[in-house]
């Protein structure tokens, strides 16, 4: 543009009326009216996914909803909620802020934290009445004293190994290190635990181990009258495994979501799968023979296919190692994912030939495609999906809660 013409066109802005967007208008456009890609989540399956648990415990045993890495990927302040409306009574977390969240969330249930943050975050523990997992005497008087400057108690949890040796204080040094911290008065041991690595595994060996370890560890608390508070240690596995495990509470978590630990725990109780991921077409091709499709072009078209786009990608959760290795379901069809999975969209491919009985699939812009979940007789499940890739399904949770935007049902 020459001045001239830039000085005429802010003078024609002047004249025209200002678009006047209303904030409050923008914001009643759903999240699914903005990008055709959403995880959905059950909360009726959380619910039943309680009632799983609490069916398999005492009704004095505590249900603790572990609800890290925002639920699984589920969002953490609706999770505990619809958890602890239908039967927990405590909740667990990964990091202080995600702690925090829930607190800013108004979930008033007690929560511990699951390892020791840095000194430097005692403030946040008491403000928000989070309960720190202790570990080292370090971090134990450096909280303690935090406490006493407010003039409060300072609950926490002692993390014991037992053979995990990921933290904790050793199982045969448990009473030492009580000794050495609990002469600080504002101290209050609410509760002991450990964590099993291996309760969702054939063999009982080493499981047997640490249960061993951890019982004594406890009776040597007992006996010098240190009081081990809530003495909790059962994963989900180890909550539907072995009943003789769930002492005062257990830790209710990748089966909160409907997921199953184990083939064995299939046959013996009926879970709920929470999440599901959808998507809705954004582009239709047919394509002739042998062209590409996506980065490097290594799917070729063997002609008479429609190749859809869906707007999820691997920055979706989409691991692109299952690129060309995932089934995707569409009209309650099962069809192929074809072509590298980009970064926030990626192809299907729909077969166009109609031989003997199989309805012709003819999907439009629009269309409300499965990623994961169930569509008529076709399922696909994030087992499934993990198994490919060599990996578990609580990682691929956890990838689809990260940029999808949720819907609760
Ligand atoms: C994550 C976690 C759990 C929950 O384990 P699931 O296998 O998901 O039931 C329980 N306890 C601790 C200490 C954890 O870190």
């Known amino acids: 543009m020459t001045p001239d013409e830039t000085s005429a066109a802010g003078a024609q802005d002047e004249q025209a009326e200002k678009p006047v967007f209303d904030p409050d208008q923008l914001a009643l456009i759903p999240e699914t009216d903005r990008r055709w890609s959403w995880v959905e989540v059950d909360l009726s399956a959380i619910r039943h996914n309680v ?51 829930l607190r800013e969330g108004m979930v008033g249930a007690p929560i511990v934290l699951l390892s020791e943050p840095p000194a430097t975050a005692a403030p946040l523990l008491l403000a ?54 609990s002469f600080h008065r504002a101290l209050d041991l609410v509760g002991t635990f450990t964590h099993f690595a291996t309760a969702d595994c054939e ?23 240190i009081d081990p508070g809530i003495v909790h240690c059962a994963n989900s596995a180890a909550t539907v495994r072995y009943p003789q495990v769930h002492f005062d509470m257990v830790r209710w978590g990748v089966s909160l979501y409907g997921l199953h630990t184990c083939q064995e725990t299939r046959s013996m109780i ?56 995932t089934d995707f379901i569409v009209d309650g069809t099962r069809v192929r994912q074809v072509g590298n999975i ?54 691929l949770a956890c990838a689809f809660g990260m940029r999808l935007p949720k819907v609760y049902v």
């Open 270 to 325: 009926n879970l709920k799968p929470a999440m599901s991921v959808h998507a809705r077409i954004t582009d239709t091709r047919t394509l002739p023979m042998s062209e590409g499709v996506s980065y490097g072009l290594n799917y070729r078209s063997p002609g008479s296919v429609k190749i859809c786009t869906v707007p999820v990608g691997y920055a979706d959760g989409l691991n692109r190692g299952l690129s060309g290795r």
């Open 51 to 101: 009632g799983v648990a609490r069916s398999l415990i005492k009704p004095s045993t505590r249900l603790l909803a572990v609800v890290k890495s925002d639920a699984y990927g589920h969002g953490a302040v609706r999770v505990a909620k619809t958890a602890l409306q239908s039967g927990a009574n405590y909740l667990a977390v990964a990091t202080v802020d995600e702690g925090i969240k």
């Open 203 to 225: 063999g009982t060996l080493d499981f047997g181990i640490q249960v061993k370890r951890f019982t004594e560890a406890i009776s040597a608390l007992r006996e010098v009258g």
């Open 128 to 181: 928000y009445k989070i309960m720190p997992s202790i570990y080292t005497p370090e971090f134990a008087i450096a909280y303690a004293e935090k406490a006493d400057e407010y003039g409060i108690r300072a609950p926490f949890h002692l993390a014991v190994n037992t053979g995990m040796n990921r933290i904790g204080v050793r199982y045969d040094n448990v009473v030492d290190f009580m000794r050495k911290v």
């Open 342 to 395: 980009c970064m926030d969209q990626c192809m299907f491919e729909v077969d166009l030939r109609t031989y003997g009985t199989r309805r012709r699939l003819d999907p439009q812009i629009g269309d409300e495609v499965v990623i994961v979940g169930r569509q008529g007789d076709s399922v696909v499940t994030l087992d499934d999906m993990a198994n490919k890739l060599g990996t578990i399904h609580y990682e």
